[in-house]
């Protein structure tokens, strides 16, 4: 029965292979021309000539990610912290108990060199993190990757000192949902600032929107003095650095503050 | 010609792995009986699914120049924005891939979860022997 199971199934996965192929049989070798949405975006998303349909931003992925797209980026956000919530709904009380047990911390973690090394470094990280989540509207990057930079310190901090050292040192797990929490905010706002802004000056504006539109004049500005900031792509980028930094960090330490506790059958 | 033979070359071995990954996942996912392997196997999946995703958007070299990533470097000058779209790849499937990868992490993130409260209640994570304890 289980190899009649085996057996079937490998049959049909290499039937779904064919037709996936066949599907596919199209895009297999790339073509000198892309779809013509492709080359709207590319020709729209930094174009001052078109003032309604650009976005100032010279980075077409986070253009697309945050303005053109942006509703389906905010229901992600959504998604991402409500896996978060679920995990630590799983692990809230194993957190709680193993708080309550004492560690000598001097005594914990590796090496001084390690130490020292780990110390100077992990700024360095966060920084490289934050340069690429705030350059995110001008250079390959944005909120998503500069978080998932970020939230690599930690880690190091948790494999070199320990976790409670961490959380010691005010990483909590309540602290790090606040934060989440504030970008989570954040995000939201700046969904509907224009929309706001459009109601306290008495004309009409869209939700989500970010450059002025033919119907709606006012929007978000392109450039602060000579600086670009894309109107909303950078404060999206911002927060979302924020929620997705903390949120890694808080699964990060859970996770490895319960490590303790597995015990060998 | 030799240039674009070997072009088409490397895309069909970046073609090949990819659907040996996906193969090899698969029977990761359906015939590993435990749990951690069965998550590795599910991120692998998901990987070789994003790569096969940015593939699509790709572009050939037009006149033995390289396709460029779809940031514009330049003042946005008429000819920078049409040279900028005859090369650049397709944005759209990278900028869906992103929001992927993240799902993909959080979604990693819970099962991880799921494991450890699987593990304190049947002190095993072998599926076999889950399917067998029935409690």
Redesign the interface.
């Known amino acids: 029965m289980q190899r009649a199971v085996e057996v079937v199934v490998i049959i049909s996965l290499v039937l779904v292979i064919a037709l996936l192929l066949l599907l596919a049989s199209e895009y297999l070798l790339p073509s000198e021309s892309i779809r013509l949405l492709a080359s709207f975006y590319l020709y729209a998303t930094y174009n001052p000539s078109l003032p309604y349909y650009t976005v100032n931003s010279p980075q077409a992925v986070t253009a697309i990610l945050w303005d053109y797209r942006g509703l389906d980026t905010l229901f992600e956000t959504a998604v991402f912290y409500l896996a978060i919530i679920a995990g630590l709904a799983l692990a809230r009380r194993l957190y709680e108990e193993s708080l309550r047990e004492g560690v000598d911390l001097s005594k914990s973690g590796l090496s001084l060199i390690v130490k020292t090394v780990a110390r100077l470094t992990s700024p360095m990280i966060i920084a490289v993190g934050a340069s690429i989540a705030l350059h995110g509207h001008l250079t390959p990057g944005g909120g998503f990757q500069g978080g998932a930079t970020i939230a690599v310190a930690p880690m190091i901090l948790i494999v070199v000192f320990s976790t409670l050292f961490l959380i010691k040192r005010g990483v909590t797990s309540d602290r790090m949902l606040f934060i989440v929490s504030l970008g989570l905010i954040g995000i939201g706002l700046t969904a509907i600032s224009v929309f706001l802004i459009g109601l306290v000056v008495g004309r009409f504006a869209h939700v989500f929107q970010n450059m002025p539109k033919l119907n709606s004049p006012i929007g978000m500005p392109a450039t602060i003095g000579n600086i670009l900031i894309s109107g909303t792509l950078w404060f999206f980028n911002l927060f979302e650095m924020f929620a997705v930094a903390t949120g890694f960090i808080i699964a990060f330490v859970i996770l490895m503050l319960i490590k303790g506790r597995w015990e060998v059958k | 010609m030799m240039v674009e033979f070997l072009n088409?070359y490397f895309?069909m071995i970046v073609?090949a792995s990819l659907?040996a990954n996906?193969?090899i996942s698969?029977y990761g996912i359906?015939?590993k009986p435990h749990y951690i392997k069965k998550v590795i196997a599910l991120m692998i999946f998901s990987d070789t699914m994003n790569t096969f995703a940015i593939?699509?958007?790709?572009?050939?070299w037009?006149g033995g120049k390289n396709p460029r990533?779809?940031?514009?470097?330049l003042h946005?000058s008429?000819e920078a924005?049409h040279e900028?779209?005859l090369r650049?790849?397709?944005?759209?499937p990278?900028?869906l891939v992103?929001?992927a990868?993240?799902?993909g992490?959080?979604?990693t993130?819970?099962l991880?979860?799921?494991g450890?409260?699987l593990?304190?209640h049947y002190?095993?994570l072998d599926l076999r022997e889950i399917k067998r304890l029935r409690g």
Not at chain 2, 55 to 60: D, H, K, P, S
Not at chain 2, 69 to 73: K, S
């Open positions: 088409n895309l073609l659907l996906f193969v698969l359906f015939f593939y699509i958007g790709y572009r050939t037009i990533p779809p940031e514009l470097t946005p008429s924005l900028f779209t650049a790849v397709d944005p759209l990278q900028a992103l929001t990868i993240v799902i992490l959080a979604v993130l819970f991880v979860f799921l450890y409260t593990y304190m002190r095993t």
